[in-house]
């Protein structure tokens, strides 16, 4: 039996999780989030204990993201709270955003729908200021809910409107916050949100933001949408933002643009960095680690090991340096080719993970520049092994796709 009245209209499939429960709170007559949450954590105390103290009490931690260790606390809580509602099963938990199990370039991922995310593109409350939810005013009259989209960073425009998404409050000026502020349809002045106007966007920019937000795999010819997944887009957007953006700056336009001339762009930027590399050198090439010259070229690429085909970032910056090791064959001088990578490194540029080139290490199949003492584990971010080396043993695998050169333990 329904402990709480639901919404007469159900939670909508891109509704985020935090829109629904302040619909709940309207439709059951709570002054705000807190009322209820201490309602329903009364209830589940009754039938969970340990999903009680997980159910948060203050609005900005009810995603399940937000939980630092009783994450699975949170999601019986959640299937609690289905039932307090009568609503189908695993319906609220269609709506969180969850901690994903993969990694991008080591940051911290979400996952939702079958799309993982990096947590950073995600708008949400921090310690130190008060980030904008942007709302589409036009989205908001029809049906007064927010959208899980409109808290990635990336989409500043309604691609159903083709207008502008509203930062601030056209009254007072404070950035918009549903969560802050516990209302979906009203500003903390008292300003009604749908009533606030919008700057119209060009057709292309929308075309780009439909193209980004699809869920398919579509035939483009920029390789950004190429046959690439929603997980993979974000990927290149997070790679071009840590290598092109000293700010977090977010205009997929830009973004789509430098794409448009890939791979030459890229290929043209390694050569001018290749070019200069002997000016720029202190000690020998077989001395000198790679990212000394090349930056963080390799680390900040796509994590692709769990991906069914390897990053189009990675596959360019392979061939780049397969090309670049057979046009600087071994000499008596040591040239580019005899750069150092790290364990990291060759992690990335071998598909594999951490242990397993200390393994490749151990077997004498990856030899390193210095002599070691025994038993004293590598330090991951030096530069130890030669890119020569850990280019010509994974060419000999072929690199058509991730593979695993391990024999079984």
């Known amino acids: 039996m329904a402990f709480l009245f639901s919404p007469k209209i159900g939670p909508f499939s891109d509704e985020s999780l935090e829109s629904y429960l302040l ?3 309207s439709e059951n007559f709570f002054d705000s989030y807190e009322g209820l949450s201490l309602a329903i954590r009364e209830e589940l105390h009754e039938l969970d204990f340990e999903a009680h103290g997980a159910f948060p009490i203050d609005l900005k931690r009810l995603n399940v993201y937000h939980a630092k260790h009783n994450s699975h606390f949170r999601m019986r809580a959640l299937g609690l709270l289905e039932t307090l509602l009568d609503l189908p099963r695993y319906e609220l938990q269609k709506l969180a955003l969850l901690k994903s199990d993969i990694k991008f370039n080591y940051s911290a991922a979400l996952y939702k729908g079958g799309v993982d995310i990096p947590q950073r593109f995600i708008c949400y409350h921090t310690e130190e200021a008060v980030d904008s939810i942007p709302v589409c005013p036009q989205c908001l009259a029809e049906e007064a809910y927010i959208k899980q989209s409109w808290h990635i960073k990336w989409v500043n425009a309604c691609a159903k409107h083709q207008c502008t998404l509203v930062h ?3 009254e007072c000026c404070a950035p918009i916050n549903y969560i802050e502020n516990e209302s979906i349809t ?6 009604e949100l749908s009533c606030g106007s919008t700057s119209p966007v060009n057709t292309l920019s929308i075309d780009h933001l439909n193209k980004l937000l699809n869920k398919s795999e579509l035939d483009d010819n920029n390789p950004l949408f190429k046959n690439t997944t ?4 974000f990927a290149a957007l ?3 933002q840590e290598r092109y953006s000293k700010e977090e700056t977010f205009c997929l336009d830009d973004v789509v643009n430098y794409f448009n001339e890939w791979p030459v762009v890229f290929y043209k930027e390694l050569d001018e960095l290749s070019k200069n590399a002997e000016m720029k050198l202190i000690d020998l090439f077989n001395k000198t680690e790679f990212k000394f010259i090349f930056g963080n070229a390799i680390l900040s690429c796509p994590n ?14 392979l061939d780049y340096l397969a090309t670049l090791v057979e046009s600087n064959p071994k000499t008596k001088k040591p040239n580019v080719a005899d750069l150092l990578v790290s ?6 540029l071998l598909s594999i993970s951490i242990e397993q080139v200390y393994r490749l290490y151990q077997d004498g199949i990856l030899q390193t520049a210095f002599r070691h003492k025994m ?3 590598i330090n991951p971010y030096k530069g130890v092994f030669f890119l020569r080396h850990v280019i010509e043993y994974k060419t000999s695998f072929g690199n058509d796709k991730a593979r695993m050169y391990l024999s079984a333990w």
């Open 375 to 377: 038993n004293q584990r």
């Open 23 to 25: 619909r709940v709170v």
């Open 168 to 170: 601030k409050c056209p």
């Open 238 to 240: 997070l790679w071009y």
């Open 343 to 348: 364990v990291l490194e060759a992690a990335t």
């Open 304 to 317: 692709t090991q769990k991906q069914r085909e390897p990053h189009f970032i990675y596959s360019t910056l």
């Open 186 to 191: 009203h500003c903390s002045c008292g300003f």
């Open 230 to 233: 929603l997980t993979e887009r």
